[in-house]
């Protein structure tokens, strides 16, 4: 069973020179649309990934990756073709978003359940997250008191431990200090390579040839091979060097 | 296809999520203050007074029952206000919902509108406690009053569906908070709200139909202030023009909406 299924999708932008997003400028300009430059960040394609699969992205800056990804989690519309998404995604750079209004326990619930989670799952492993966190007595303070390091730890903390239905990795690996990544590490091995559907995008081979068991290479906006993770990264580096 | 709906509800977290966004939404507006709920009923209580000062006492309207006049029209057409104009940003203040994942944005509008309901059915209820026992009226309550859930229902609908009109336009025109004030402003006083039904007939009678709020407010208060059945044609006009700018909303969203990870 496909967890993604997506067929013939393209991405392109538009990057105007001036902005006309008011209706007043909109009407003043009625004769005089903006011009714009159309930048094809992602050009059709293909593309499948199966229930509990962990699949590479790789492919140099600029390749149209973080498109790509944003367009299979659901976070961006295709501009052509169809996508299907079967479960709760979620795209995660440090960890989940969150309002900066609410307490952390609001935070926490609201997150949870919109990766997908009951709210009877969620009282289970609420001092879990909390814990995970280290913030067992800033629970009902509203975040926007927090420093930026307890954000990014709740933030984490929810991600990791409530996790969506298919887990959208962007070079989670290199952000943070040692202990956070070690961190990282051991949950993404105990819980999600386990279970769960990742999609992996790294500049790290080695991470992608260690958890990957089928890897898309992409060159401008291209999906050049999509298969067997060694061949992938062969073809990478032939075109790097 | 009810077991089929029954399975979706159970194994999916949906309604939860959206309740549970919905009482948050509404701890958020109310709670945060001291006097708390009460802030939901001193605005249509303050309106009153004024109302009442300026059409009652000074111009002499002479409506019968004019504070429940008022009080049953400023109950919807407050709930109107703070569900469109209140939520033309929605998609701006609720972004940390959906940029990173795949949730429906249709769930943020209904929970906005739950939250909103919430205050409805208070306003609702502390007016049939001021009707029946203090406003000294000799029309009693009927059953005919259960008809009020039809007509909120609508007014419900209305609001949803220009809530997901606006903020769709929003992604792509930010001026339209500063228009829909402007359009909320004359549809005041376009609509039957402080007027005589007759002078308001007289004098605007294609408006009753072409404000979609007017058959509402006016509806209302047969079924509620004078144990009268409501004007059917108008109430089937509005529950189509409600249901029609429902669709548009829903277009709207899945066209301009389903931009605002990209625009906003």
Same mark, same amino acid.
């Given at each position: 069973?496909?967890?993604?299924?997506?067929?013939?999708?393209?991405?392109?932008?538009?990057?105007?020179?001036?902005?006309?997003?008011?209706?007043?400028?909109?009407?003043?300009?009625?004769?005089?649309?903006?011009?714009?430059?159309?930048?094809?960040?992602?050009?059709?394609?293909?593309?499948?990934?199966?229930?509990?699969?962990?699949?590479?992205?790789?492919?140099?800056?600029?390749?149209?990756?973080?498109?790509?990804?944003?367009?299979?989690?659901?976070?961006?519309?295709?501009?052509?073709?169809?996508?299907?998404?079967?479960?709760?995604?979620?795209?995660?750079?440090?960890?989940?978003?969150?309002?900066?209004?609410?307490?952390?326990?609001?935070?926490?619930?609201?997150?949870?359940?919109?990766?997908?989670?009951?709210?009877?799952?969620?009282?289970?492993?609420?001092?879990?997250?909390?814990?995970?966190?280290?913030?067992?007595?800033?629970?009902?303070?509203?975040?926007?008191?927090?420093?930026?390091?307890?954000?990014?730890?709740?933030?984490?903390?929810?991600?990791?431990?409530?996790?969506?239905?298919?887990?959208?990795?962007?070079?989670?690996?290199?952000?943070?200090?040692?202990?956070?990544?070690?961190?990282?590490?051991?949950?993404?091995?105990?819980?999600?390579?386990?279970?769960?559907?990742?999609?992996?995008?790294?500049?790290?081979?080695?991470?992608?040839?260690?958890?990957?068991?089928?890897?898309?290479?992409?060159?401008?906006?291209?999906?050049?091979?999509?298969?067997?993770?060694?061949?992938?990264?062969?073809?990478?580096?032939?075109?790097?060097? | 296809?009810?077991?089929?709906?029954?399975?979706?509800?159970?194994?999916?977290?949906?309604?939860?999520?959206?309740?549970?966004?919905?009482?948050?939404?509404?701890?958020?507006?109310?709670?945060?203050?001291?006097?708390?709920?009460?802030?939901?009923?001193?605005?249509?209580?303050?309106?009153?007074?004024?109302?009442?000062?300026?059409?009652?006492?000074?111009?002499?309207?002479?409506?019968?029952?004019?504070?429940?006049?008022?009080?049953?029209?400023?109950?919807?057409?407050?709930?109107?206000?703070?569900?469109?104009?209140?939520?033309?940003?929605?998609?701006?203040?609720?972004?940390?919902?959906?940029?990173?994942?795949?949730?429906?944005?249709?769930?943020?509008?209904?929970?906005?509108?739950?939250?909103n309901c919430i205050g409805l059915v208070f306003n609702s209820v502390i007016? &049939?406690? +001021?009707?029946?026992? *203090? $406003? /000294?009226?000799? #029309?009693? !309550?009927?059953?005919? %009053? @259960?008809?009020?859930?039809?007509?909120f229902?609508?007014?419900?609908?209305?609001?949803?569906?220009?809530?997901?009109?606006?903020?769709?336009?929003?992604?792509?025109?930010?001026?339209?908070?500063?228009?829909?004030?402007?359009?909320?402003?004359?549809?005041?006083?376009?609509?039957?709200?402080?007027?005589?039904?007759?002078?308001?007939?007289?004098?605007?009678?294609? &408006?009753? +139909?072409?404000?979609? *709020? $007017? /058959?509402?407010? #006016?509806? !209302?208060?047969?079924? %509620? @202030?004078?144990?009268?059945?409501?004007?059917?044609?108008?109430?089937?006009?509005?529950?189509?023009?409600?249901?029609?700018?429902?669709?548009?909303?829903?277009?709207?969203?899945?066209?301009?909406?389903?931009?605002?990870?990209?625009?906003?």
């Amino acid at each position: 069973m496909s967890a993604i299924h997506a067929k013939n999708i393209s991405k392109t932008f538009h990057i105007t020179e001036d902005s006309h997003n008011t209706v007043k400028h909109r009407l003043f300009n009625i004769f005089n649309p903006p011009r714009n430059k159309a930048v094809e960040a992602v050009k059709k394609m293909n593309f499948e990934v199966k229930k509990g699969e962990c699949v590479g992205i790789i492919g140099r800056n600029g390749s149209g990756k973080s498109t790509l990804t944003r367009i299979l989690a659901g976070v961006y519309k295709t501009d052509t073709g169809h996508l299907k998404i079967n479960g709760s995604t979620l795209l995660m750079n440090l960890g989940v978003g969150m309002s900066h209004e609410l307490t952390a326990r609001e935070n926490i619930y609201i997150s949870a359940s919109v990766l997908g989670l009951k709210i009877k799952e969620i009282d289970a492993i609420f001092d879990q997250i909390v814990s995970f966190a280290e913030l067992e007595e800033f629970v009902d303070t509203k975040i926007k008191y927090f420093s930026s390091g307890m954000v990014a730890r709740l933030s984490f903390s929810i991600a990791v431990n409530a996790g969506a239905d298919i887990m959208f990795l962007d070079e989670i690996f290199a952000v943070g200090d040692m202990k956070f990544q070690e961190k990282a590490i051991k949950v993404f091995e105990s819980s999600w390579i386990e279970g769960k559907t990742v999609v992996l995008i790294s500049h790290s081979m080695d991470v992608i040839q260690k958890y990957c068991t089928r890897t898309a290479y992409m060159k401008h906006g291209k999906l050049e091979y999509f298969g067997n993770t060694d061949k992938a990264i062969e073809l990478y580096l032939a075109d790097n060097f | 296809m009810i077991k089929l709906m029954n399975d979706w509800f159970r194994q999916s977290n949906k309604l939860e999520r959206i309740w549970l966004m919905a009482k948050i939404e509404f701890k958020l507006r109310y709670y945060e203050n001291k006097l708390g709920l009460l802030w939901a009923l001193i605005k249509p209580l303050s309106e009153i007074l004024i109302y009442y000062v300026a059409f009652e006492v000074i111009m002499k309207q002479g409506i019968p029952n004019f504070v429940s006049f008022l009080f049953i029209a400023l109950i919807c057409w407050n709930f109107f206000v703070e569900s469109t104009s209140g939520t033309i940003q929605i998609l701006k203040t609720k972004k940390y919902l959906y940029e990173y994942t795949n949730m429906n944005k249709m769930e943020i509008y209904l929970s906005t509108i739950l939250s909103n309901c919430i205050g409805l059915v208070f306003n609702s209820v502390i007016f &049939l406690v +001021y009707y029946t026992f *203090i $406003s /000294g009226t000799e #029309i009693p !309550i009927t059953s005919k %009053a @259960l008809l009020m859930i039809p007509i909120f229902l609508n007014l419900i609908l209305l609001s949803l569906a220009l809530s997901l009109i606006l903020s769709s336009i929003y992604v792509v025109a930010k001026d339209i908070a500063q228009i829909w004030t402007v359009v909320i402003g004359v549809g005041f006083w376009l609509s039957p709200i402080l007027f005589k039904l007759d002078t308001f007939m007289q004098a605007l009678p294609s &408006l009753a +139909y072409l404000n979609p *709020i $007017s /058959g509402i407010i #006016i509806n !209302i208060r047969k079924v %509620a @202030l004078y144990n009268e059945w409501p004007d059917w044609t108008m109430f089937g006009f509005n529950y189509i023009y409600a249901i029609l700018l429902l669709l548009a909303g829903a277009l709207l969203l899945n066209k301009l909406g389903a931009k605002a990870s990209e625009y906003l």
